[in-house]
Nanobody
Framework: QVHLVESGGGLVQPGGSLRLSCTAS????????MGWYRQAPGKQRELVAA???????NYAPSVKGRFTISRDNAQNTVYLQMDSLKPEDTAVYYC???????????WGQGTQVTVSS
């Protein structure tokens, strides 16, 4: 079993920045693809960014150039640096650990990000 704990959410003004963290326990963190997803009220959960165990990244078009995902395998932690935040970035952000070839997929409890003046 993998336990994921997110932190770093909060209220920020448009144009501001936040950094989300997700720390994993109970597994060999470095073997998993780590991702950040978000879900706004009334909308489906969507992929924001992901980083493979080799460090390759991909981003949703809506956040590319503004968000940066990174991982520290020594600390079992994945980060999401969010800059130039917009009101439409408001959502609950979830950390995900995925190893599809093992049939393993785990979610954190989510952290609220609100972008508002």
């Amino acid at each position: 079993q993998v336990h994921l704990v997110e932190s770093g959410g909060g209220l920020v003004q448009p144009g501001g920045s936040l950094r989300l963290s997700c720390t994993a326990s109970g597994t060999i963190f470095s073997l998993y693809v780590m991702g950040w997803y978000r879900q706004a009220p009334g909308k489906q959960r969507e992929l924001v960014a992901a980083v493979t165990n080799s460090g390759s990244t991909n981003y949703a078009p809506s956040v590319k150039g503004r968000f940066t995902i990174s991982r520290d395998n020594a600390q079992n932690t994945v980060y999401l640096q969010m800059d130039s935040l917009k009101p439409e970035d408001t959502a609950v952000y979830y950390c995900n650990a995925d190893r599809a070839d093992w049939g393993r997929n785990f979610w954190g409890q989510g952290t609220q990000v609100t972008v508002s003046s």
